[in-house]
Each structure stands twice: as C-alpha cells, then as structure tokens.
C-alpha cells in the first residue's frame, strides 16, 4: 500500500465482485457471481448509438445530460409513476447509478452526518458514505423474509441522521419492498427531517404479482427523495453505464453541482441511444420479464434440486440460496469451494454486512443465456454435502 494512499480509502480494499470474477476466470468457472448478462444487449439499441456516433453527436452533452433522454425518462415516469417530472430542473443523467449514489450522498451528507444503511446492501453504500465524511449506521433485515425491521429503524435515527440509502428491488436479496414498508420508511424520513436516497436500478425487473413503487411518489416524500436507476440493467448494456437521477428540483440542484465536477458529462451517443431504448416502452418490458422469468425458475429449480433452501426472488437478477442444508455455514469457503472445485461462481453476501454477518445464504445471478444455466445445473446436480468432503 502506498504511503500517499488518503486515510479515508485505507479500509475500502478490493471488491468482492473483483475478487470472484478474477477467481472465476482462473478456474474457468461459469460467473454467475457478478450481475451482468452475458448475452448480447438489444440490436436496436446498438444500431441506435451507432447511428449518433455517425450523426456526429459525438461532443460534450450538456452536464444534465442530452434533453432527448431527460424527455424520454419523463415519459417514463409518466407512463410507470403517472408523475410529470420538469425536464429542465428534475433530471440528472450520470455515467451509471454509481456514480448518481456518491453525488446523491456528496451533495447532501456533511460530515459527521450519519446515513442509515439496511443491511445486506450494494457494496458501494459504505464506502460512498464515508467518502462523503458521513457515518454508515447499519440496520440489518432479518433472514429469511427480510421484512422491514421497523423499531430497529426507529433505533437507529438520531439527532445526526441525514439520510436513510434505500435499495426497491433489493440486491442481493431480491426483495421488492410492499407499499406499506416504505409508508414506514417514508413517516420516519418526514417525523425526523431526512432525506431518502432511492436505489432503484432494477425497477423493470420484477416478477408475477409484485409491484415496484418508488418511495419519491409517496405522500410528503418528492421534496426529500432522490430516485436513482440505470438503463444498464434493464437494456442489458451494464457496460455502457448510463444512469440517471431523479429529485425535486432543489435536490437535483445539489446533485447536479457534484456531477459537473465528478464527470461533467456521460457519453452522448450512448445517452442518445437510450432515448430509443426508454421509448421501446412496455413490448420490449414484457419480453425482457418474460425472459427473466424463465431463467429465475430454471436456476432455482437447479439449485433447490442440489439441496440448498431456495425461494424465488420477486426482483432482480439474484437468487439468495440457502447452502447450510449442505453443511456450509462459511459463505466465503462455500463460494471459493463452488468456483474453484465445482466450477461455478457465486457471491458471498457477508461481504454485503459491515460485521462479514453470516446468513447462511449465497448470491447467484441468472441473467445469464438459457445454456450457462443450463451448464451451471449440471454442475451444481454434483454438489454433495460438505461431510462426505474434505473442504480443507
Ligand atoms: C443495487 C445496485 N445499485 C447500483 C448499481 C450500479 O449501477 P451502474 O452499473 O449503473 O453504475 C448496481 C449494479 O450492480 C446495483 O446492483
């Protein structure tokens, strides 16, 4: 480690996703630890950037991004939220949700400020918090059902909470939280003054009767929420990291005068891209829903057949798999055991708790083609639980 490395980032290390694809590659294993699709994105999406570039939009946008996309995540919202966001004053495009989260935290944490944080969460909630100078208070759903801790919430608020980080639908646990949980978020964000800063990436991913409803659109909540998504999850281009953030207008000031300094501006003829992408509406949603649905119940299917306790998730592209039924306690050991001997990669979600808490589950992906899954099972049907092994 360097000496001139800053204090604030001595504690952040490498992350976990890093680390399991790096040893996924090694073995050769099927990645379903990372959550990225390994199919191709959508062609017409890609004719459509191809198109801008050859158009020549290939300056500088504005820094809130090109008015097309604010015009088209407009319309979305509309469509979804039956809300009418101001195109000028309500819309920040930003070069993914991650980089939305740490504006989002950097434009209204001071230092000292205490955020709250539900844990499992994304890994970059922490580390982005205490970049701000802001102090991560973790409150951890209880396994299995994961439903709202309310009191622990309650606890957890003090005279120097900011922010409460929410994350509908959930990674990893693939919760997609009911209208009366955020009703009690949104009551706790309103009695004690804080604002409420929405990770809904995967808001277009989500199954049979669930329903996504941001918390922003819920009574006393507009002026205090920043809604984040990103188009890299529902139009399968993760890599081209075109985010965006929603907020009233005062809110997405604050947002906007950290964006103009972290990247000024996102790529233009990607941005222009997902205009025809958002404008692709319900057709390409309900086939994008269906397809997710068919590899959610193959993987579950393989994995409840290998013998870990296993429940559809309502969102998102992860599984949560219970492996204590085939003797694993350690996530860590279970993962590195299933990549490097088994050959398939997974995430251990204690690297999701601030304490590496051991909830006996572990992290699969399934938006991968219908034949990695396929590989993937036939693997896994292998599993035998670990007394009959040496797992050194
Ligand atoms: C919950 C959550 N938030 C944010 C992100 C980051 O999104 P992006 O790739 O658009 O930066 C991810 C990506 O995996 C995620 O799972």
Known sequence: MTPFMADRLKHFGTSIFTEMTA????????????????????????????????????????????????????????????????????????????????????????????????????????????????????VRLPEPDWALPVEALRAAITPQTRAILLNTPHNPIGKVWSQAELLLVANLAIEHNLVVISDEVYERLIFDAAVHLPIATLPGMWERTITISSTGKTFSLTGWKIGYAVAAAPLSEALQRVHQFMTFASATPLQMAMVTALDAGEAYERQLIAFYAARRAELVEALSRAGFGVAAPAGTYFVMADGRALGWNDDVAFCRYLTTTLGVAAIPPSAFYHDGYQSGMIRFCFAKKPETIAAAASKLALLVPTDTHDVG
């Open 23 to 138: 040893l996924a590659a090694q073995h050769k294993a099927i990645n379903l630890a990372q959550g990225f699709p390994d199919f191709a994105g959508p062609a017409f999406i890609k004719d459509a950037a191809c198109a801008a570039i050859h158009a020549d939009l290939n300056q500088y946008a504005p820094s809130q991004g090109v008015r097309p996309l604010r015009e088209a995540v407009a319309r979305s919202w509309a469509r979804h939220h039956s809300h009418e966001l101001d195109v000028e004053l309500e819309i920040t495009i930003t070069s993914g949700a991650t980089e939305a989260l740490l504006a989002a935290v950097l434009a209204v944490v001071n230092p000292g400020d205490e955020v709250i944080i539900f844990e499992p969460y994304y890994d970059a909630y922490p580390p982005d918090v205490l970049m701000a100078g802001g102090v991560p208070r973790y």
